[in-house]
T-cell receptor, first 111, second 115 residues
Framework: GQQVMQIPQYQHVQEGEDFTTYCNSS?????IQWYKQRPGGHPVFLIQ?????EVKKQKRLTFQFGEAKKNSSLHITATQTTDVGTYFC???????????FGKGTKLTVNP | DGGITQSPKYLFRKEGQNVTLSCEQN?????MYWYRQDPGQGLRLIYY???????QKGDIAEGYSVSREKKESFPLTVTSAQKNPTAFYLC??????????????FGPGTRLLVL
């Protein structure tokens, strides 16, 4: 089945530094969703990207969908301790109604 | 996310026993899902249901069973055939089962530990 590669697996930053996680697919995606899971918590939906080259912003978070719709990124500007957690990308599995979750990028922020 | 409840929060099971995890939603969603999460891993789909009285296997269905007798409820049974059941189990729902287009709402999860 379709798989997505999410990098890096772990990222440690100092508070105030920027952070980026990348999601790469070998196949063209119809859309992609991003979720955040706080430590000990459950995934919470952040955003969905649909259009080629789409860029969406949520305060300090910037989401991008590649022109070829094979990759996506999430960038956090000036991280805060509240950003701690694991960020997952989740595109649909080709030809099905299911989502495929990447392994996630675990972000830790040192105050 | 307060519309989905899972119980219990922690569950201990002896080897060889079946155990059932509860998932209830009051969001009036048609579709419900069960995922398994292992440490440092993403979510893997166990079973999903797009409508009452119908469900499909996900990527790792072996050793698990489900039922969908009511729209609000989608219990998961972890059977003794599941060789490594210790994990974090997450239930989710979405409005109509078009998972590739819809937000999924997750419950708080159940941590299962086999003793």
């Amino acid at each position: 089945g379709q798989q997505v590669m999410q990098i890096p697996q772990y990222q440690h930053v100092q508070e105030g530094e920027d952070f980026t996680t990348y999601c790469n697919s070998s196949t063209t995606l119809s859309n992609i969703q991003w979720y955040k899971q706080r430590p000990g918590g459950h995934p919470v939906f952040l955003i969905q990207l649909v259009k080629s080259g789409e860029v969406k912003k949520q305060k300090r978070l910037t989401f991008q969908f590649g022109e070829a719709k094979k990759n996506s990124s999430l960038h956090i500007t000036a991280t805060q301790t509240t950003d701690v957690g694991t960020y997952f990308c989740a595109p649909p599995q080709g030809g099905s109604e299911k989502l495929v979750f990447g392994k996630g990028t675990k972000l830790t922020v040192n105050p | 996310d307060g519309g989905i409840t899972q119980s219990p929060k922690y569950l201990f099971r002896k080897e060889g026993q079946n155990v059932t995890l509860s998932c209830e939603q009051n969001l009036n969603h048609d579709a419900m899902y069960w995922y398994r999460q292992d440490p440092g891993q993403g979510l893997r789909l166990i079973y999903y249901s797009q409508i009452v009285n119908d469900f499909q296997k996900g990527d790792i269905a072996e050793g698990y069973s489900v039922s969908r007798e009511k729209k609000e409820s989608f219990p998961l049974t972890v059977t003794s055939a599941q060789k490594n059941p210790t994990a974090f189990y997450l239930c989710a729902s979405s409005m109509s089962g078009l998972a590739d287009q819809e937000t999924q709402y997750f419950g708080p999860g159940t941590r299962l530990l086999v003793l």
